[in-house]
């Protein structure tokens, strides 16, 4: 099993940026997917972004141009910069193993989330 531990949430502005930051335990992440999933309140989860294993990497509509996924192999972390933060970005923003190096899967693994608030 694979441990996650989020950080880098907060409270910020309209147009401020965030990063957050992924670190596993468990596994090589080099040949596995990775990625980032949210979930506001009275909301579904829904996949951010992701990175495969070969780097290639896919956004939700909503955050493309502005959330940038990316993955430090050497480190067992991956990072989300975000910015032009909106307040429709308001979540709770969690990270996820996949079982494989596609992100085609159903994330196996989770980690307990980090909350992103974004005032209008």
């Known amino acids: 099993q694979v441990q996650l531990q989020e950080s880098g949430g907060g409270l910020v502005q309209a147009g401020g940026s965030l990063r957050l930051s992924c670190a596993a335990n468990g596994t090589d992440i080099s040949i596995i997917a990775m990625g980032w999933y949210r979930q506001a309140p009275g909301k579904e989860r829904e996949l951010v972004a992701a990175v495969n294993s070969n780097h290639k990497m896919q956004y939700a509509d909503s955050v493309k141009g502005r959330f940038t996924i990316s993955r430090d192999n050497a480190k067992n972390t991956i990072y989300l910069q975000m910015n032009s933060l909106e307040p429709e970005d308001t979540a709770m923003y969690y990270c996820?193993?996949?079982?494989?190096?596609?992100?085609?899967?159903?994330?196996?693994?989770w980690g307990q989330g980090t909350q992103v608030t974004v005032s209008s």
């Open positions: 996820a193993a996949y079982p494989t190096g596609s992100y085609r899967y159903t994330p196996a693994d």
